[in-house]
């Protein structure tokens, strides 16, 4: 019954399309909308129909008969009395109907802009696999074995593969890079990250970060300072104040972590900055000699830095979004606004 509904409607639809006069529309009537039309033969049968779909077929048939006949109304008055008034079947000189169009989502587009910054300062873009190995994601990022520090990101590990794992950071592409390339070796390594967290207003298990590093003769904690300044100045504005504090990673050596001032109080106090007027915005330090030697790296010839970026806290404080989840739900009326 149901299909054959569909199948009225479909007739019901193109009689309408093809009625462009009253004499057009007066037989359409005829056909489906008097007592012997194809509308009343339908609902006469509605008896034949098994109870219990007796509502869905009774609502169907209900709509489309609503349908017919506002149809059929709106046409008799485009027509009016004048039966022989024709109408096109469109009004050429209405303007186009504007298709609504999408942006770049705010994360990529803190992504892209994080990526011009660099470029420009001369380094050049790499990407490594989501599906790491325990290797590259820790062990020769001197995490040891049984270090605590594995501890400090809840990793997924892969069923069924002994050292598989949803790689945790970037840093991993780090080492892909080392091993591949010989110094000089100047890279930033954007990407999706996982990890195993309760989500909340402050963290997502699907993330991205963008890593980067620089390797050569003589590179020094001086120039990671330099550059970190020149990437926040050009992202958040020359006013910035920062501050570097003293921090660990298995991986560098020393580390630091970079603060700016709060966006949103500069540096006031508020509930952003939780009340201290300052913000972690990166991780970063001095290549650790042990990571260099596992690359073949000789780290008595060759120093560097390295750094890492959450692309979601740079987005959150470029944007003022202060819920991470809002990132992910898809609203459009959110999305829209940047
Ligand atoms: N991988 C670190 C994390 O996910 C961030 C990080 C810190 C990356 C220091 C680096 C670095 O390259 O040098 O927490």
Redesign the pocket.
């Known amino acids: 019954m149901i299909q054959e509904i569909n199948r009225l409607r479909g007739e019901i639809e193109s009689a309408l399309n093809a009625a462009t006069n009253g004499e057009l529309l007066e037989q359409f009537r005829l056909q489906h909308l008097v007592q012997k039309g194809t509308l009343r033969g339908l609902m006469d049968r509605l008896r034949e129909v098994p109870k219990d779909e007796k509502p869905s077929v009774g609502k169907a048939l209900n709509e489309l008969r609503t349908f017919a006949e506002s149809e059929f109304k709106r046409l008799q008055e485009t027509f009016g009395a004048g039966k022989k008034q024709t109408r096109t079947t469109s009004d050429l000189s209405l303007p186009g109907r504007a298709l609504p169009y999408g942006t770049a989502h705010p994360v990529h587009q803190t992504m892209e802009a994080m990526i011009d910054i660099f470029v420009r300062m001369g380094f050049d873009v790499a990407r490594g696999p989501e599906v790491e190995s325990d290797y590259y994601n820790f062990e020769a990022l001197n995490f040891a074995a049984d270090h605590p520090a594995r501890d ?2 809840d990793t997924f590990f892969m069923k069924g593969f002994d050292k598989a794992v949803l790689r ?4 991993p592409v ?1 080492i892909r890079l080392m091993k591949e390339m010989a110094p000089p070796i100047r890279a930033i390594m954007p990407g999706r ?1 996982y990890r195993n967290e309760a989500i909340s207003a402050r963290a997502l298990a699907e993330f991205h ?1 963008l ?3 620089y390797v050569d003769k003589g590179v020094s904690f001086a120039e990671l300072k330099g550059t970190m300044l020149a990437f926040a100045k050009q992202m958040y504005g020359n006013d910035i104040k920062y501050r570097f504090r003293a921090s660990y ?1 298995p ?2 050596e020393p ?1 630091a972590e970079m603060d700016i001032t709060c966006f949103l109080c500069k540096g006031e106090g508020c509930r952003v900055c939780k009340y201290s007027g300052w913000l972690e915005i ?4 001095m ?1 650790h000699p042990n990571v260099l030697t596992e690359c073949g790296i000789d780290p008595e010839i060759y120093s560097g ?4 970026f959450g692309i979601e806290r740079v987005t959150m404080l470029r944007t003022g979004i202060d819920d991470i989840r809002l990132l992910y739900e898809n609203d459009v009326r959110m999305l829209k606004q940047f």
């Open positions: 400090m990101q945790t950071h970037t840093t780090q990250v970060q890593d980067g590093i990673f991986f560098t580390s990166v991780g970063c330090g290549v830095y390295a750094f890492g």
